[in-house]
């Protein structure tokens, strides 16, 4: 069902695991299935410098997260919040059709933490 990307993102998540005073902080829900992630930002000058995630999701939720960190990652917040779930998906070599909503998990997540850093601005 899985690429051999997706797996290598599933298996060894990158940046996952909690992060110290983030400057942005978001979490959010699938209504689909009831995963949840929480994704966490650090912000230097507009440029995103350093990003970890938490899940409580599928494998495809946290190849998702894994592949999101690293694509925004030393990206500006406008260019962060102008990747689309079809971006992490073609950048994992295609999400399964079936799978394509987890992908929207990490994208909501950052979406909600740039929300939270932009309100403590
Ligand atoms: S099934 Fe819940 S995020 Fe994939």
New binding site residues.
Partial sequence: MYNRTIMDHFQNPRNAGDMENPDGEGTVG?P????VMTLYIRVEDDIITDVRFKTF??G??IASSSYTTELVKGKTIDEALAYTRQDVSDGLGGLPPI?M??SN?ALDALREAIKNYRLKE
């Fill in positions: 699938n689909s299935c009831g995963d999701g599928c495809a939720a799978k909503h987890c998990l």
